[in-house]
């Protein structure tokens, strides 16, 4: 792969491999919403939501701390932070 610009390409797990290492570890599921929380609180880049809810005064639920926890975990584990 000598020659081919890789700098554009994402470090890291993608968002269904760290649900399954948190399934996997702690036997929580989480969202990718408290994936994107996590990501964003530590730094790092979350891409734009396709999904977003129509009305600015939505309320998002908040990643519980056990499983702000177990995200951290994992991306530590996938050397993300």
Do not use: W
């Amino acid at each position: 792969m000598e020659g081919i610009d890789t700098s554009g390409l994402q470090k890291g797990a993608t968002y269904p491999e760290i649900k399954a290492r948190v399934l996997d570890q702690t036997g929580l599921k989480v969202s990718s919403l408290y994936i994107s929380q996590v990501k964003q609180k530590c730094g790092l880049e979350v891409r734009e939501n396709h999904h977003k809810a129509k009305s600015e005064n939505t309320k998002q639920p908040q990643c519980p701390k056990e499983k702000e926890d177990a995200i951290v975990e994992a991306l530590k584990h996938f050397q993300m932070i």
